[in-house]
């Protein structure tokens, strides 16, 4: 079957789509978007997270049809041209990525973390990054980056104001 | 394999009368595993991801008429002051991600013991509405758990909505699993007070081949609470009878040993969840009686 969706704002269409097939593999082969990381295929490490009209979902989990005239947003849609976002920068400013194969869910997830509480707690990090395993870094060095991104969105916030 | 668009909820009663072993889709979480590991390979998927009722709800009369698909994220938003035992269980399903996803409906259709809804659906009680189209029907939760990932459905019948009454005093679930997140309970337990019939209600999850209540657990309980008159005076709970009702509640199990815990350990967990949670739930009860006066 043939999809056509938004994907970090840009209409995409894949052909011969499997209709049993995920959303995570239309990215990674189909439309050329291999961010989105490919680990258990079950839902439970985060690897594949993406926005899905705006909630981030395990695009492994997302059937290929479901995204039909929807909004998907993927880790490559998060930077602003040449410029990280404020998320990604905090990543590689504290050391928060090792193999990196992790770092793309863990992105989008600290990105809709930030966008819904932009002060968040210790806790509350633990919380919402508690479906992305990373087997690295022992989440330390994540959880400097998501308060040292947390602290710029609120500087450059106070800036504008 | 088709792939049915239904967008409207009678085209997809239409589908699922035309294909009756299509599977269901809405959030994926356990459908999508099925296919990813080939599992499974069903003739048709419908997605009922575009039929808008399923991800609404309405509040009528004290009943909260919950859409089948609507995610755990909106329950534990919006409906925790009404459900407080089903939301105490939406927090614990997966993560995040899962839970903008996942949905009671989705625990009723997979019909695992280990479903987190099912103990707080059982404690809070409730009727699942299915439809197909030779009708809509009304199926009481306690008749819904037929065996090990069977229910109460036809082979025609989707599951529209759940009704569920409306909290009028405390209610509590407990789980046990390794770590907090991305858990399948190795046992689980919800309770309710029900003060306006003198009744408590409970459920015990992934104990038994299916969700079930614990029945003498809550006919001991229920006539302790009215012999004591406890009901009207909010008076403090034996410690001696949340014991009982723990041991009670463990005997209503029959688990197995499995890769998740042992079978002793799963009684033992649930007596001592049963205990805990009716002694909180209880104190809260008081504690509420004691502001109101």
Redesign the interface.
């Known amino acids: 079957?043939r999809i056509t969706f938004t994907c970090n704002g840009r209409l995409t269409e894949a052909d011969g789509v499997?209709?049993?097939e995920?959303l995570l593999y239309v990215l990674r082969e189909r439309v050329g978007l291999p961010g989105s990381k490919n680990a258990c295929?079950?839902?439970?490490c985060?690897s594949c997270?993406v926005y899905l009209d705006g909630?981030?979902?395990?695009s492994?989990?997302?059937?290929a049809?479901?995204v039909?005239g929807r909004e998907v947003r993927t880790v490559e849609g998060l930077a602003d041209g040449d410029e990280l976002d404020p998320v990604q920068q905090a990543f590689v400013e504290a050391g928060a990525v090792q193999c990196g194969f992790c770092t793309p869910g863990l992105l989008v997830?600290t990105h809709d973390l930030l966008e819904r509480q932009a002060q968040p707690s210790d806790a509350e990090i633990r919380?919402?990054l508690?479906?992305?395993l990373c087997r690295c870094t022992g989440y330390e060095k994540i959880m400097d980056a998501v308060r040292l991104a947390a602290a710029r969105r609120a500087e450059s916030a106070e800036r504008v104001n | 394999?088709?792939?049915l668009?239904p967008s409207t909820w009678d085209e997809a009663l239409a589908a699922k009368a035309e294909y009756p072993s299509a599977v269901p889709?809405a959030?994926?979480?356990d459908?999508?595993?099925e296919?990813?590991?080939d599992r499974h390979?069903p003739e048709?998927?419908i997605?009922l991801?575009r039929v808008p009722e399923l991800h609404t709800w309405e509040i009528d009369d004290d009943v909260v008429r919950l859409g089948a698909s609507v995610p755990y994220?909106r329950i534990i938003d919006h409906l925790t002051d009404r459900l407080p035992g089903l939301s105490l269980a939406a927090h614990t399903v997966?993560?995040?991600?899962?839970r903008?996803?996942g949905s009671v409906g989705g625990n009723l259709g997979a019909a695992s013991p280990a479903g987190d809804a099912h103990p707080a659906l059982l404690a809070s009680g409730g009727r699942v509405e299915v439809a197909s189209v030779r009708g809509t029907r009304m199926i009481p939760i306690d008749d819904f758990y037929l065996g090990v990932k069977r229910n109460a459905l036809e082979e025609d019948e989707l599951i529209l909505a759940v009704h569920i009454p409306s909290a009028t005093a405390p209610q509590q679930f407990s789980k046990i699993g390794t770590r907090?997140?991305?858990v399948i309970a190795v046992c689980s337990f919800g309770i309710g007070l029900h003060p306006e019939t003198g009744t408590v209600r409970t459920g015990i999850g992934s104990a038994a081949p299916t969700p079930r209540r614990a029945t003498d657990a809550e006919e001991f309980i229920a006539a302790e609470l009215a012999d004591a008159g406890l009901w009207a005076s909010r008076g403090e709970l034996a410690a001696s009878t949340a014991q009982r009702f723990g041991e009670l509640v463990a005997q209503a199990a029959s688990p197995i040993d499995d890769v998740r815990g042992s079978a002793a350990y799963r009684r033992h967990a649930l007596s001592v969840m049963a205990r805990r949670t009716l002694t909180w739930t209880w104190n809260e009860y008081r504690t509420a009686g004691r502001a109101a006066a």
Request: proline share 3%; hydrophobic share 35%; net charge negative.
């Open positions: 079957m499997w209709e049993g995920s295929e079950q839902g439970e985060g997270t909630d981030p979902v395990c492994c989990l997302v059937a049809g479901q039909q997830q919380e919402a508690s479906g992305n | 394999m088709e792939f668009r889709i959030g994926g979480t459908v999508m595993v296919l990813n590991f390979r048709a998927l997605d991801n994220t997966g993560s995040p991600q899962i903008n996803r907090n997140a991305m």
